[in-house]
């Protein structure tokens, strides 16, 4: 049972490159997040999809885009990389529901020079 | 808006010492409370969540959680830890809006 995929497990970029980091869940979940971990700072919510077919920003939504491509999968887009997006990326899903748990991938570390 | 805080940044024990993580947050309604365990270079996985019916909620690995409605608080405890719980753990909250609010997190050090 893979659970939640995340793909690439790290990246580097240069600045104002472009990458799409891919998330993948086998749970079918409706909800799915993108958050982003920056040391001392917890998890912070970049995007949501509560359910397919719709995306919601989150707290730091600025520099990034997302795709809910069907149920199992939801992507995150740098169209132009800055060296403040440098952080651990982290997919998580989760039922519908507020008092159920969120399951979340290994993550991607991505460095921008 | 929920928030959360997580006041201990950093706390260093001795295996087998009691551990009482803090965890505040603010919200007048209803709320779903977790706590999640990071070990080091992994995902965050669930320890335990509360949302309803006895405030004492027990989780895995021997971690229990006391959540007192009056003081916006949700308590993280283990009586004896062991050189294995060094991690960071984080409370959370879900109000019902589908946006999981984290707190900044608390790294534990347990020392042999």
């Known amino acids: 049972n893979a659970g939640v995929t995340q793909t690439p497990k790290f990246q580097v970029l240069k600045t104002g490159q472009s990458m799409t980091l891919q998330c993948a869940q086998d749970?079918?979940?409706?909800?799915m997040y993108w958050y982003r971990q920056d040391p001392g700072m917890g998890l912070r919510l970049i995007y949501y999809?509560?359910?397919?077919?719709?995306?919601d920003k989150g707290e730091v939504p600025n520099g990034y885009n997302v795709s809910r491509l069907n149920k199992r999968e939801f992507s995150l887009r740098l169209e132009s990389a800055a060296p403040s997006q440098t952080s651990v990326y982290f997919c998580?899903?989760?039922?519908?529901?507020?008092?159920?748990?969120?399951?979340f991938g290994d993550g991607t570390r991505l460095s921008i020079l | 808006a929920q928030s959360v805080s997580q006041h201990n940044h950093h706390v260093i024990l001795s295996e087998a010492a009691s551990l009482e993580l803090g965890c505040n947050y603010s919200?007048?309604?209803?709320?779903?409370l977790f706590w999640y365990v990071q070990y080091p270079g992994q995902h965050l996985q669930l320890l335990l969540k509360?949302?309803?019916?006895?405030?004492l909620v027990k989780g895995i690995k021997g971690f229990e959680a006391e959540f007192i409605k009056s003081k916006f608080s949700f308590n993280l405890r283990k009586p004896s830890v062991q050189w294995s719980d060094t991690a960071e753990y984080f409370c959370?909250?879900?109000?019902?809006?589908?946006?999981?609010?984290f707190g900044t997190g608390t790294k534990l050090q347990v020392i042999p």
């Open positions: 509360y949302f309803s019916g006895d405030p």
């Open positions: 959370a909250v879900n109000a019902g809006y589908q946006k999981v609010t």
């Open positions: 998580a899903s989760s039922e519908l529901r507020a008092d159920q748990p969120q399951h």
């Open positions: 999809s509560a359910s397919e077919g719709t995306t």
């Open positions: 749970m079918n979940h409706n909800s």
């Open positions: 919200y007048g309604g209803t709320v779903n």
